[in-house]
Protein backbone atom coordinates (compact mmCIF):
# COMPACT_ATOMS: atom_id res chain seq x y z
CA UNK A 1 0.00 0.00 0.00
CA UNK A 2 1.08 3.51 -0.56
CA UNK A 3 -0.08 6.98 0.27
CA UNK A 4 -3.18 7.18 2.64
CA UNK A 5 -5.91 4.43 2.61
CA UNK A 6 -9.18 4.86 4.14
CA UNK A 7 -11.53 1.77 4.65
CA UNK A 8 -14.39 1.54 4.00
CA UNK A 9 -15.06 3.04 0.90
CA UNK A 10 -18.94 3.15 1.13
CA UNK A 11 -20.85 3.23 4.29
CA UNK A 12 -24.59 2.85 5.15
CA UNK A 13 -25.57 2.93 8.50
CA UNK A 14 -28.84 3.46 10.93
CA UNK A 15 -28.99 6.39 13.19
CA UNK A 16 -28.66 3.84 15.89
CA UNK A 17 -25.46 1.84 14.95
CA UNK A 18 -22.19 2.28 15.56
CA UNK A 19 -19.54 2.17 13.31
CA UNK A 20 -15.42 3.25 12.16
CA UNK A 21 -13.73 4.74 10.10
CA UNK A 22 -10.30 3.68 9.44
CA UNK A 23 -7.44 5.65 7.97
CA UNK A 24 -3.87 4.10 7.39
CA UNK A 25 -1.03 6.59 5.84
CA UNK A 26 2.39 4.68 4.44
CA UNK A 27 4.34 7.99 3.91
CA UNK A 28 5.96 8.75 7.59
CA UNK A 29 4.17 11.55 7.96
CA UNK A 30 3.90 13.47 11.33
CA UNK A 31 -0.36 14.67 11.38
CA UNK A 32 -3.22 13.27 10.62
CA UNK A 33 -6.75 14.89 9.95
CA UNK A 34 -10.45 13.81 9.54
CA UNK A 35 -12.08 16.51 6.98
CA UNK A 36 -15.93 16.14 6.04
CA UNK A 37 -16.44 17.26 2.44
CA UNK A 38 -20.48 18.00 1.47
CA UNK A 39 -21.65 18.62 -1.97
CA UNK A 40 -20.84 22.90 -2.63
CA UNK A 41 -19.47 23.20 0.74
CA UNK A 42 -15.58 23.87 1.61
CA UNK A 43 -13.53 20.97 3.50
CA UNK A 44 -14.63 21.01 7.13
CA UNK A 45 -11.56 20.36 9.55
CA UNK A 46 -13.01 18.27 11.91
CA UNK A 47 -9.64 16.80 13.68
CA UNK A 48 -6.02 17.31 13.98
CA UNK A 49 -3.33 15.03 15.10
CA UNK A 50 0.33 16.04 15.52
CA UNK A 51 2.65 13.61 16.56
CA UNK A 52 -0.23 11.78 18.26
CA UNK A 53 -1.43 14.17 20.27
CA UNK A 54 -4.72 15.68 19.22
CA UNK A 55 -4.50 19.68 18.20
CA UNK A 56 -7.71 20.88 16.95
CA UNK A 57 -11.39 20.15 17.48
CA UNK A 58 -13.68 21.85 15.94
CA UNK A 59 -16.79 22.19 17.31
CA UNK A 60 -17.66 18.88 16.58
CA UNK A 61 -20.40 17.03 17.82
CA UNK A 62 -19.36 14.26 20.47
CA UNK A 63 -21.14 11.63 18.31
CA UNK A 64 -18.20 11.89 16.37
CA UNK A 65 -14.92 10.39 18.24
CA UNK A 66 -11.80 10.18 16.80
CA UNK A 67 -9.06 8.01 17.95
CA UNK A 68 -5.02 7.94 16.97
CA UNK A 69 -3.38 5.20 18.55
CA UNK A 70 0.07 5.35 16.26
CA UNK A 71 1.56 8.10 13.92
CA UNK A 72 0.30 5.74 10.78
CA UNK A 73 -3.71 5.32 11.83
CA UNK A 74 -6.50 7.10 12.51
CA UNK A 75 -10.10 6.35 13.27
CA UNK A 76 -13.28 7.94 13.64
CA UNK A 77 -15.80 6.39 15.73
CA UNK A 78 -19.13 6.94 14.44
CA UNK A 79 -22.30 6.74 16.90
CA UNK A 80 -26.04 7.81 16.73
CA UNK A 81 -25.31 10.01 13.71
CA UNK A 82 -28.04 11.73 12.29
CA UNK A 83 -28.51 12.48 8.22
CA UNK A 84 -27.29 15.62 7.73
CA UNK A 85 -23.90 13.30 8.44
CA UNK A 86 -24.15 11.74 5.75
CA UNK A 87 -21.18 13.23 3.50
CA UNK A 88 -17.45 12.04 2.15
CA UNK A 89 -15.37 11.56 5.31
CA UNK A 90 -11.79 12.11 3.95
CA UNK A 91 -8.71 11.53 6.07
CA UNK A 92 -5.27 13.24 5.04
CA UNK A 93 -1.99 13.50 7.00
CA UNK A 94 1.00 15.42 6.36
CA UNK A 95 5.08 16.06 7.18
CA UNK A 96 4.76 19.79 9.77
CA UNK A 97 8.07 21.37 9.04
CA UNK A 98 8.33 25.16 9.83
CA UNK A 99 5.91 27.08 7.58
CA UNK A 100 4.61 24.32 5.48
CA UNK A 101 1.97 21.82 5.24
CA UNK A 102 0.80 20.31 2.25
CA UNK A 103 -1.24 17.58 3.19
CA UNK A 104 -2.02 13.61 1.22
CA UNK A 105 -5.43 12.69 1.04
CA UNK A 106 -7.04 9.15 0.98
CA UNK A 107 -9.87 8.59 -1.53
CA UNK A 108 -12.45 9.16 1.43
CA UNK A 109 -15.62 7.27 2.92
CA UNK A 110 -18.97 8.12 1.35
CA UNK A 111 -20.89 8.01 4.38
CA UNK A 112 -24.96 7.59 4.13
CA UNK A 113 -26.95 7.80 7.54
CA UNK A 114 -30.72 6.54 7.29
CA UNK B 1 -12.14 36.78 10.13
CA UNK B 2 -11.15 34.69 7.43
CA UNK B 3 -12.60 33.87 4.50
CA UNK B 4 -12.31 32.12 1.06
CA UNK B 5 -14.29 32.26 -2.63
CA UNK B 6 -13.98 30.92 -5.92
CA UNK B 7 -16.52 30.44 -8.10
CA UNK B 8 -18.96 27.43 -8.05
CA UNK B 9 -18.62 26.33 -11.67
CA UNK B 10 -17.39 26.87 -14.80
CA UNK B 11 -17.39 25.41 -18.24
CA UNK B 12 -14.22 25.87 -21.05
CA UNK B 13 -13.54 23.60 -24.48
CA UNK B 14 -11.26 21.39 -24.83
CA UNK B 15 -7.83 22.77 -26.59
CA UNK B 16 -8.17 26.09 -24.44
CA UNK B 17 -7.36 27.94 -21.74
CA UNK B 18 -8.71 28.52 -18.78
CA UNK B 19 -8.26 30.66 -15.49
CA UNK B 20 -9.97 30.20 -11.71
CA UNK B 21 -10.06 32.54 -9.52
CA UNK B 22 -9.53 32.45 -6.10
CA UNK B 23 -9.77 35.44 -3.60
CA UNK B 24 -9.32 35.61 0.17
CA UNK B 25 -9.24 37.65 3.64
CA UNK B 26 -7.25 36.67 6.36
CA UNK B 27 -5.29 38.08 9.12
CA UNK B 28 -2.46 35.79 9.06
CA UNK B 29 -1.16 34.15 5.71
CA UNK B 30 1.24 31.49 5.12
CA UNK B 31 1.13 30.40 1.66
CA UNK B 32 -2.16 29.19 -0.93
CA UNK B 33 -2.05 25.82 -2.21
CA UNK B 34 -4.51 24.64 -5.44
CA UNK B 35 -5.56 21.03 -5.08
CA UNK B 36 -7.64 19.05 -8.00
CA UNK B 37 -10.02 16.48 -7.00
CA UNK B 38 -11.83 14.01 -9.89
CA UNK B 39 -15.30 12.85 -8.70
CA UNK B 40 -15.05 10.02 -6.39
CA UNK B 41 -11.75 10.68 -5.41
CA UNK B 42 -8.59 12.09 -3.26
CA UNK B 43 -7.78 15.75 -3.62
CA UNK B 44 -4.55 15.96 -5.25
CA UNK B 45 -1.95 18.46 -4.71
CA UNK B 46 -1.54 21.12 -8.39
CA UNK B 47 0.63 23.84 -6.55
CA UNK B 48 2.11 26.48 -3.86
CA UNK B 49 2.89 29.76 -3.95
CA UNK B 50 3.84 31.60 -1.03
CA UNK B 51 5.53 34.89 -2.79
CA UNK B 52 3.95 36.97 -5.42
CA UNK B 53 3.98 36.26 -8.85
CA UNK B 54 3.33 32.99 -10.87
CA UNK B 55 4.52 29.53 -10.71
CA UNK B 56 4.43 27.49 -13.52
CA UNK B 57 4.56 23.44 -13.90
CA UNK B 58 3.61 22.31 -17.52
CA UNK B 59 0.33 22.82 -18.70
CA UNK B 60 -0.56 24.60 -14.95
CA UNK B 61 0.32 27.98 -13.32
CA UNK B 62 -0.86 29.50 -10.36
CA UNK B 63 -0.60 32.90 -9.69
CA UNK B 64 -0.13 34.81 -6.51
CA UNK B 65 -0.72 38.16 -5.31
CA UNK B 66 -0.87 38.89 -1.28
CA UNK B 67 -1.66 42.13 -1.13
CA UNK B 68 -4.71 41.77 -3.49
CA UNK B 69 -5.62 38.14 -1.27
CA UNK B 70 -6.14 36.94 -5.22
CA UNK B 71 -4.75 34.04 -6.90
CA UNK B 72 -5.46 32.21 -9.92
CA UNK B 73 -5.11 28.70 -11.51
CA UNK B 74 -4.19 28.62 -14.84
CA UNK B 75 -4.94 25.63 -17.05
CA UNK B 76 -3.73 25.60 -21.12
CA UNK B 77 -4.45 23.17 -23.91
CA UNK B 78 -7.27 21.68 -21.69
CA UNK B 79 -8.04 18.32 -22.12
CA UNK B 80 -10.88 16.26 -21.44
CA UNK B 81 -8.95 14.52 -17.96
CA UNK B 82 -8.96 18.36 -16.99
CA UNK B 83 -12.57 17.84 -15.78
CA UNK B 84 -12.72 17.94 -12.13
CA UNK B 85 -13.17 20.28 -9.06
CA UNK B 86 -10.25 22.69 -8.28
CA UNK B 87 -9.77 23.56 -4.78
CA UNK B 88 -7.82 26.56 -3.23
CA UNK B 89 -7.03 26.88 0.68
CA UNK B 90 -4.68 29.15 2.36
CA UNK B 91 -2.46 28.49 5.02
CA UNK B 92 -3.57 30.17 8.00
CA UNK B 93 -1.12 31.59 10.81
CA UNK B 94 -1.07 28.06 12.33
CA UNK B 95 -0.18 26.27 9.09
CA UNK B 96 -3.83 25.01 9.06
CA UNK B 97 -5.49 24.83 5.61
CA UNK B 98 -8.57 27.03 4.96
CA UNK B 99 -10.77 25.86 2.14
CA UNK B 100 -12.96 27.00 -0.20
CA UNK B 101 -15.89 25.21 -1.68
CA UNK B 102 -14.00 23.89 -4.82
CA UNK B 103 -14.75 25.17 -8.66
CA UNK B 104 -16.03 22.88 -10.87
CA UNK B 105 -14.81 22.92 -14.18
CA UNK B 106 -16.60 20.91 -16.92
CA UNK B 107 -14.75 20.75 -20.37
CA UNK B 108 -16.86 20.30 -23.84
CA UNK B 109 -15.15 18.70 -26.83
Known amino acids: ETGVTQTPRHLVMGMTNKKSLKCEQH?????MYWYKQSAKKPLELMFVYNFKEQTENNSVPSRFSPECPNSSHLFLHLHTLQPEDSALYLCASSQVRGDYNEQFFGPGTRLTVL | GQNIDQPTEMTATEGAIVQINCTYQTSGFNGLFWYQQHAGEAPTFLSYNVLDGLEEKGRFSSFLSRSKGYSYLLLKELQMKDSASYLCAFMDSNYQLIWGAGTKLIIKP
Open chain 1, 27 to 31: LGHNA
